[in-house]
């Protein structure tokens, strides 16, 4: 087969670019790059080859080999594991197949400062391309187990790529770097000093669980190693293996640092930044296992997108099993990474069998339970942290109301909201319950599109008025579990925008109702007219108690869907029937008494009709909906106000 030339798809050609001019400073962090791909490839083929056993590879000993060449000034990684076919190589390396990556691309060439691109690529990670930070160019020979030619594949990482096959490859990875010449000034250092190759391996790779080897030609400079290698004859020497290869979940706590965590981290989730949080959990007993999880710092682009994969990897007996097991994590705690190592599972241990299989159930209940212990520690011992999780996954945590009933108020505890309280600061459902006003039974809230929509809806009258606390949900998930979830201590969640509104104390509450009883012979013709003219658009037509300010607003019947979560429905493919809501005026406001007064006197006007029309047009208006004929109001609107002229 001829030489092929292929161009990279642009974001793939646009990330290269950008890490050919390097902006990231780490330039160390390539060869981690290099060996965690190495390493999840030896991963592949052992479990291929316990899958298929007519696949014919070698999988006694599987490894990884670095080697550097100083005269030539090259460095190579090279694996047995599974390798790629021609096609993979294409698709794999060619092109960038993950989500938002466009997205990334924009973000990084807007970011002003090298620290935000930092931190951008950190939350993104770069994988195979992070090697032109170092090299000018590089040459990927791969061969597929149980394929008999191999692929080369060779780019500068300017616009195109070459691919050829490799007859003689064999099989597995090997990737070499040209590196660039070393300038220590802008960290790039000498990469084939085998020095720095074990520095680098043991500070990011050292608990890749196969043996990561260095071979060094004997006219290296071997640094640290010099006196060791004094005498002996030219010629090449025996490998070393330069990382332990020690399970950290298995060593005991104070053995280990943050920073050999962090790598670990980094390895299973391809992030390049900290994890916020360390969850560990040993379990003794019968079914005994090691669990080491990580709350990340950032919330992954792809969290909320179909297909996103659970980042918790099953090990039995310290061999990797599978990478995003699902059945360990529930769904709203998708974002955790991290290891659970069994001790009493089978090796060949299957899918299916995990769905059914009691001790993961098992399993799957106290991981859970510990992650949301670990949120209310944070939460209690560090505030910041605390409110630096709820940003990033306070989201996708409220979808477990839904789901893990089991959990709820363990949930509900660990979950904050904003509320007319405080502008800035969150408030959790036990703060709100210890600042209820004498009288207040239940624990009040609004969900709307954004907290400015929500405050000036005029729902909020009332309680402002009274100076009651309402809570401002604005995530799509909170339209949802607030019908699910009962309550809170005791206290019932009662939105705004449904229902009658009953507030302030036993006296108040008595004076409001004959209050109330006396306007209702006032205005029952009014709404008996109203409710019959306007029909077909609201079920009801009655007098407000809770506007203050506003001439009419509408609400939702108490158990009934809301237009959002109507809209929701629909937005998932559902069919659902369109439900009437409840229009509410406010007999204090002139516009309502004028009303009432001119429909005692001239109840056959027309006119008093369309006013009565616009008045529900504003009422949806007000809470930020939208009118069923919007040329129309405009119309009406119009006429009147030529009439002032
Ligand atoms: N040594 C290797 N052996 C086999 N396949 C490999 C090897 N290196 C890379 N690949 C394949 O190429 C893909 C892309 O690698 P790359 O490092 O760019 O991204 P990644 O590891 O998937 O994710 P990330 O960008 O987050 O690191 C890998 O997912 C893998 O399928």
Known sequence: MPTETFEFQVEARQLLQLMIHSIYSNKDVFLRELVSNASDALDKLRIEALRDDTLGADVSDLHIEIEADKEARTLTVRDNGIGMSHDEVVQLIGTIANSGTAKFVRELKEAKDSATAEDLIGQFGVGFYASFMVADEVTLVTRRAGESKGTRWTSSGEGTYTIDTAPDAPQGTSVTLRLKPADAEDKLYDYTSPWKIK?????????????????????????????????????????????????????????????????????????WSDPLEIVRLQAEGTFEYQALLFIPFHAPHDLFMQGYKRGVQLYVKRVFIMDDCEELMPPYLRFVKGVVDAQDLSLNVSREILQQDRQIQLMHRRLAKKVLSTVKDMMTGSPERYATFWREFGRVLKEGLLSDFENRDAILAVSSFASTHDKEELTTLQAYVERMKEGQEHIYYLTGESRQAIENSPHMEAFRAKGIEVLLLTDPVDEVWVDAVPGFEGKQLRSIAKGEVDLGTEEEKKEAADEREKRQEEYAALLTWMSELLGEHVKEVRLSSRLTVSPACVVSDTHDVTPALEQMYRAMGQEVPHVKRILELNPGHPLVSGLNKAHAERSDDPALAETAELLHGMALLAEGGELTDPSRFIKLVAQRLENTL
């Open 199 to 271: 520095e680098i391996v043991k500070r990011y790779s050292d608990f890749i669980t196969w043996p990561i080897r260095m071979v060094t030609a004997a006219d290296s400079d071997t640094g640290a190693d010099e006196e060791a290698s004094e005498g002996q004859e030219a010629g090449p020497r025996e490998p070393e293996t330069l990382n332990s290869m020690k399970a950290l979940w298995a060593r005991p706590r104070d053995e280990v640092s943050d920073e050999e965590y962090h790598e670990l981290y980094k390895h299973i989730s391809h992030d």
